[in-house]
């Protein structure tokens, strides 16, 4: 199950086709988009530090599309590899830990009431780590060779939650529309997390030997099964 209805979501890769056509023509690095984007995702989280709201959500957005690109871009060209996938796994919790430190930092300068501010950056920090918890229990699964795109708050869920909202209406009164929006992230990634879990127990409860091959395969070769990028 997931936020984003499968028409608007195949909409609209269906125009990045084109570019991602473009980009293999030029020989683009997946990597360097990879790279584009997190710099880009870190500039967000400064931009919101300094009380740009929509600035940040203008960017946050941007740095979603290449976070599309990178892994169409690689299987595309056929240039997917296991440090792909992990470089952009890392590079993503690089620029994800910037940003809702940013936004920290902005509700602690003011962007929300002296009232409010306790409980508007106890939301962002509980919805940062929840964040990455959804990330790494996908990738630990893929580690042993099992799907687990499972969830309501896979990574382009919680970027578009965030971006578009604030890109139309900043953060808000009193910052209440942003903190708002981070209070229902920290939720629905915590559940999303709650998902993975179940879907993993009950996949290796029906399927051990899969299991065990996808670990007998790491250990002979050094890779995980999954080698590719993706959704996170």
Same mark, same amino acid.
Request: net charge positive; charged share 20%; hydrophobic share 35%.
């Given at each position: 199950m997931s936020l984003i209805p499968a028409p608007l979501r195949e909409g609209f890769e269906r125009l990045l086709a084109p570019l991602v056509d473009r980009l293999v023509e030029?020989?683009?690095?997946?990597?360097?988009?990879?790279?584009?984007?997190?710099s880009v995702t870190v500039l967000s989280g400064v931009a919101f530090a300094a009380g740009g709201a929509r600035l940040g959500a203008a960017l946050l957005l941007l740095s979603g599309v290449c976070d599309m690109l990178d892994g169409r871009v690689a299987r595309t060209a056929g240039t997917t590899s296991p440090f792909g996938a992990f470089y952009d796994s890392t590079?993503?919790?690089?620029?994800?830990?910037?940003?809702?430190?940013?936004?920290?930092?902005y509700f602690v300068s003011g962007g929300v009431s002296p009232a409010l501010m306790p409980w508007a950056v106890g939301a962002a920090i509980a919805a940062l780590?929840? =964040? %990455?918890l959804v990330?790494?229990?996908?990738a630990r699964a893929e580690g042993l060779g099992l799907e687990c795109k499972v969830g309501i708050a896979q990574r382009a869920e919680r970027i578009l939650g965030l971006g578009a909202p604030t890109l139309f209406f900043g953060a808000g009164p009193? =910052? %209440?529309l942003l903190l708002g929006i981070v209070a229902v992230l920290a939720v629905i990634a915590g559940v999303t997390v709650v998902q993975r879990i179940v879907h993993v127990h009950r996949v290796t409860r029906t399927g051990p030997s899969r299991t065990t091959q996808a670990r007998q395969y790491s250990e002979v070769t050094g890779f995980t099964m999954k080698?590719?990028?993706?959704?996170r």
């Open positions: 030029s020989r683009t690095s997946p990597n360097a988009i990879t790279t584009v984007g997190t590079l993503d919790r690089v620029g994800e830990s910037a940003l809702f430190a940013g936004i920290a930092l780590p929840r =964040g %990455l990330s790494y229990a996908r009193g =910052g %209440l080698g590719t990028r993706g959704e």
